[in-house]
């Protein structure tokens, strides 16, 4: 199957190509709190440089002190991830994936810094960029179909290796194909990734089917606080750190709560927050309509998509409540986003 793309992307990841051929050394990352989509597109992207450069030296690096969330473990490769801290190179090269923002690498950016040259391959709406070259389409369903795409542009055959990791980006960030940016693309370029060896199954067990005890409790306790406001059609929920130590849970397992929120009926926007070390709250917004929730995350200092954002907020639960809950109200107002009250966590 042979997948079409567009004469400027086709001109972009020639750049690409080229630009990848010429460096010896070679670092790729995504953005801190790496969700499926980020460690599934860097892992393959990996993976199909060095077999279009066997001599390429290429290395996958985590952010930060974030691990590899446990149920992207089983992905081929997701045990050698190296620590932006612990990346002593000065590559020739850094591939930013899934991310445009440089901030969003955290402690990575100190290694992009040391790097000759950037490329960025994302699907995230971005205004400016510092890629020397980048392939920016936000409207790919996900990073791991423009990987898949560019795999097919250097002549690469997908291995069952790479067509896993590009499988599970696709399937998570599409929300197993629920969300709206489930589009012909995503679908084709799945179906290629299942005839190159992708296990659809094996994905949905380590990612959906495959919850600690310990989590499940934490989702009790999060689904026990939903609430609803604006006529039922905003919901949200919350963990504390108190929840984490309680149950046990980790952070890097709660990808999915957003979608237990999400799943309210009548909802048409969610919100998920969960408190962090260092004094900061993380939250994931949903919708499922055309409201826009980026722009709430934009003005919190996140990003994302219309129908999936996030953003981190420095203060204590009940603040970052206060200031997103109204932002979010006013997605119903003409005039969009805006600050308003306090409200009790």
Known sequence: MT?????????????????IEDSPTIAICAHTSPDGDAIGSGLALAMIIRAHCPHSQVTNLLADDAPVPRIYRFLPGADGFVRARDYHEDPDLFISVDLSRDSRLNE???????????????HHPCTSHTGDVALIRPDAAAAGVLVTEFAQQLGVTLTPAMAQCLFCAITTDTGRFQYQNADPEAFQVASLLVDAGARPSEVS???YQSFSLSYLHLEAAVMARITTFAQGRIAYSYATEEDFERTNAQLDECDGLIDVVRSVAGGEVALFLKEVPGGHVRGNLRSKNDLDVSLVAAELGGGGHKAAAGFTFDGELGEALSAVLPLLRSLFDDEGPSRATKVEA
Not at 3 to 19: D, I
Not at 108 to 122: K, N, Q, Y
């Open 3 to 19: 997948l079409r793309v567009t004469p400027r992307q086709t001109k972009v990841l020639g750049r690409m190509a080229a630009l």
């Open 108 to 122: 990575a950016e100190v290694v992009l810094g040391r790097s000759a040259h950037h490329a960025i391959i994302d």
């Open 205 to 207: 067990l380590n990612v």
